[in-house]
């Protein structure tokens, strides 16, 4: 555990993470411990990554972690929440932040996802459209 520089605090001891923040660090920390591999320099056996992940949370568990937390990194409003981070809110809805679970972060990241997307298309229609207004230069040319 030390080469991979896992925090003993974090590791799983028995009780299930108290809330999504909770959840939020043993899964960092499990990427960092993932990612702490390719530095691995002891003559034992490098663990998979599963192996890793077993040190937090049961195998089950860890690919819901996944499916919730594999997108937060884009969107740092709820990186900082995750985090803890004083006066960080993303949760447009109060009533969806006191119940905030790994589904509902989940859904925050794909309802974010689809507005980006949303407002990206939009743009791209404003870039085209404007594009087909202007004048070809060949035109009236022959």
Known sequence: MKN???DHNLARNGTIPA???ESYKRYVAVINAQEAK???KSASKCPSNEQIATCFISKASWYK???AFQHVHLYPDMQAWLNE???AD???NS???KNATMVGVETWCVDKAEEDAREKTKAAAKTLGKASLSKPKHAGKR
């Open 85 to 87: 981070v004083e006066g």
């Open 95 to 97: 009533s969806l932040k």
């Open 90 to 92: 993303p949760w447009e």
């Open 19 to 21: 809330n999504v923040q």
């Open 65 to 67: 972690w996944v499916r």
């Open 4 to 6: 991979l520089n896992i």
């Open 38 to 40: 390719a530095n691995w």
